[in-house]
């Protein structure tokens, strides 16, 4: 399993170009199998992630061809609907093959995910909203069995005690399209990821007012066209950069990243102590003079602060002056990356959902180990801050979310590089 090594205190300085989003271009991917036309998918990051849903699209039978950012996939139907355990169970994602499958086959075979270290995931609101166009389902031998040959559109309150569920809703949305008759979702998740997805199948032929917002609603057609499309750039990626920027005493320029997908972060970092410009080919971020302040941080549903930043947030905040308090709203057993960090010399404890955070002076290099993606992300960026040494193990996880990290992050200045074992 491959580490990586960092000789932490260098400020980042220079430009980073952001990828496209991987949680944009995979339920992009698996509505594909809306149509048996060709289409061509750009700005698609070389992920690990991306390349298990092309692995899931190739056992259904697609043709798929990836050249540097474009995806193509050939004209050509689905041959089999059965997601195995053996594929979905590496990426949760997977469960975005159920909706298109159901509706342009009127069958799935999708394996149950199972549970994930960032907390449970159940998949309850993905089934409700299902059942509630029509499809009859069933679980057996680990699998969810789907089957609705003849669905209905219909009002689907979407909403769970966390609030909006971004796949749920994808996986209602892909359904939908091809649908007889309205559906409504209520409470629909608006992620920027949601949108764009609504922007591709719009791009195909889709009747679709509302993505964006809480209230979808989606006219039925008979058919969908294949398009080319470009995905939106990944403003968790940006983020991390963001927080990187102000936790190194840097200053980058983040590269086609949208302001406006990331204001909730912005809020924060600026309060914290960050300086930000807004510019229309992406954003300059800096820290300003002085110490990092404190800050009170809430995960929540977007526009709120995205869960997916919550553990590089609270990487940086380990050396803010006071007190920092963190809860998390999303996923409530989210901080898995504390004992890491506290390894480092941070001073964190844990209240239930929430992490009180100790500002130190500085954290110290430490050889720690990754739990889940955007916890490695985390250990990367105290590494980055930390004095002296750092290793971080399993960097696997990283490799599913994070183009090319280390080459990123060199080429604004760090002193990190991959140990391959
Ligand atoms: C998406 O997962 C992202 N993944 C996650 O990114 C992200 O953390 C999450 O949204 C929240 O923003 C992709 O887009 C591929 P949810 P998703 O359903 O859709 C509960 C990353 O690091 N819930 O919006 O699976 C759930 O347990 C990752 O890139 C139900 O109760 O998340 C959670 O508490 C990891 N029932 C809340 O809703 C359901 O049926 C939000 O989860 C579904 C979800």
Redesign the pocket.
């Known amino acids: 399993m491959d580490r990586l090594a960092i000789e932490g205190g260098i400020p980042l300085s220079g430009t980073i170009t952001i990828s496209g989003a991987?949680?944009a271009c995979?339920p992009i991917l698996a509505a594909t199998i809306l149509t048996d036309d060709r289409c061509v998918i750009s700005n698609v990051p070389d992920l690990k992630d991306v390349y298990t849903m092309i692995d899931i699209l190739n056992s259904l039978g697609r043709e798929i061809t990836k050249t540097g950012d474009k995806v193509e996939i050939s004209e050509g139907s689905v041959k089999n609907v059965t997601a195995s355990y053996e594929l979905v169970s590496t990426m949760?994602?997977s469960i975005s093959v159920l909706g298109p499958l159901i509706a342009r086959y009127g069958e799935a075979r999708v394996s149950f995910p199972g549970g994930c270290v960032?907390g449970?995931?159940?998949?309850?609101?993905?089934l409700k909203g299902l059942r509630a166009l029509g499809v009859k389902i069933r679980v057996e031998e680990g699998y969810i069995l789907a089957e609705g040959k003849e669905l209905k559109g219909n009002r689907i309150y979407l909403g769970?005690?966390?609030?909006?569920?971004?796949?749920?809703t994808s996986n209602i949305l892909m359904t939908a399209v091809l649908t007889d008759g309205e559906t409504v979702i209520e409470n629909a998740?608006c992620?920027p990821?949601v949108l764009d997805l609504a922007g591709f199948l719009s791009g195909m032929g889709a009747e679709i007012k509302g993505a964006g917002t809480p209230t979808i609603r989606v006219r039925g057609v008979k058919k969908l066209k294949g398009i080319e499309y470009s995905v939106i750039p990944d403003r968790?990626e940006t983020g991390t950069y963001m927080i990187a920027a102000v936790a190194t005493n840097g200053k980058l320029f983040l590269k086609n990243a949208l302001p406006e997908h990331n204001l909730a972060l912005t809020d924060k970092l600026i309060e914290c102590g960050g300086e930000i410009e807004e510019r229309s080919d992406g954003i300059e971020i800096r820290r300003g003079e002085g110490k990092i302040n404190s800050l009170d941080v809430t995960t929540l549903?977007y526009p709120g602060f995205?869960?997916?930043l919550q553990a590089q947030m609270m990487s940086l905040l380990t050396i803010a002056n006071g007190l920092s308090v963190i809860t998390e709203k999303?996923?409530p057993e989210r901080f898995i990356h504390i004992s890491e960090l506290n390894r480092m010399g941070a001073e964190i404890i844990l209240e239930g959902a929430t992490a009180i955070i100790k500002g130190v002076d500085k954290l110290s290099g430490a050889r720690v180990m990754a739990s889940d993606?955007?916890a490695s992300a985390a250990l990367v960026l105290a590494g980055l801050m930390a004095e002296g040494h750092t290793e971080v193990s399993r960097i696997y996880h990283l490799d599913r979310?994070y183009e090319r990290i280390e080459d990123k992050l060199s080429a604004v200045g760090a002193k990190v590089h991959r140990v391959k074992e």
């Open positions: 991987k949680n995979l949760r994602a960032i449970p995931r159940p998949i309850d609101l993905h769970g005690h966390f609030g909006s569920s971004v796949l749920a998740a992620e990821e968790i549903t995205p869960t997916d999303v996923y993606l955007r979310g």
